[in-house]
């Protein structure tokens, strides 16, 4: 099974501050077709899941673009440029591209 | 509007069965795979499996914790896709939500029902 690895567990981040999580898979997810299949999801207290970020790096509709998705191979990383209070919950990455697809254990941003 | 509704979720004891369904409506149902995400209490998130369109085969994927237990089926005519649990664990307990997965020119994940409990316990 593929594995992705989620740093840091946690973090704290004032309002109007950047933050970062890295997602680190086991193995490539480049699939033949060219494309990359890590995803983004943000779940909030007591919600489903939200898928945020498509494919690495593509934001769904009415995501902000303070949010942005990067990396490639083994490696991605979301970033949010300016953290604001909606953005609090946990983050997880997941990979579609082997079965059985799986989620990184997660990353609880706290909003100060 | 897309919408994904799970029922069918309670308590159950270890080695009983029980059987989620998820109705669809907002889309072309016939041509979505769809898949199960399951998340314990506190915990992460758990991809179940997942059930093909019938144009694709029709066919079941299943993750190592469940396969020979859970059994997926789907009825195209009522927009519905069901989960059979059988034998089940403790360690099941959790919010199953239904996923429409892969689904041409659309995004794996992009909609996911509120979920159902199902509570495993004696």
């Known amino acids: 099974d593929i594995v992705l690895t989620q740093t840091p567990h946690s973090l704290s981040v004032a309002p109007g501050q950047p933050a970062s999580i890295s997602c680190k898979s086991s193995?490539?997810?480049?699939?033949?077709?060219?494309?990359?299949?890590l995803h983004w999801f943000l779940q909030k207290p007591g919600q489903s899941p939200l898928l945020i970020i498509s494919?690495?790096?593509s934001r769904l509709s009415g995501v902000p673009d303070r949010l942005s998705g990067s990396g490639s191979g083994t490696d991605f990383t979301l970033k949010n440029s300016r953290v604001e209070a909606e953005d609090g919950g946990i983050y997880y990455c997941?990979?579609?591209?082997?079965?059985?697809?799986?989620f990184g254990q997660g990353t609880k941003l706290e909003i100060k | 509007e897309v919408q994904l509704v799970e029922s069918g979720g309670g308590l159950v004891k270890p080695g009983g069965s029980l059987r989620l369904s998820c109705t669809a409506s907002?889309?072309?149902?016939?041509?979505?795979?769809m898949s199960w995400v399951r998340q314990a209490p506190g915990k992460g998130l758990e991809w179940v499996g997942r059930?093909?369109?019938?144009?694709?085969?029709?066919?079941?994927d299943y993750a190592a914790p469940v396969r020979g237990r859970f059994s997926l089926s789907r009825d195209d005519s009522k927009k519905t896709m069901s989960l059979q649990m059988n034998s089940l664990k403790t360690e099941d307990t959790g919010i199953y939500y239904c996923?429409?997965?892969?689904?041409?020119?659309?995004?794996?994940?992009?909609?996911w029902g509120h979920g159902t409990l199902v509570t495993v316990s004696s």
């Open positions: 996923v429409r997965g892969e689904f041409s020119g659309y995004d794996w994940g992009d909609y």
């Open positions: 907002g889309f072309t149902f016939t041509n979505a795979w």
């Open positions: 059930i093909k369109s019938r144009y694709d085969g029709g066919t079941t």
């Open positions: 193995q490539s997810l480049l699939h033949r077709d060219g494309k990359t299949y």
């Open positions: 494919e690495v790096s």
């Open positions: 997941m990979q579609t591209l082997h079965l059985p697809f799986t």
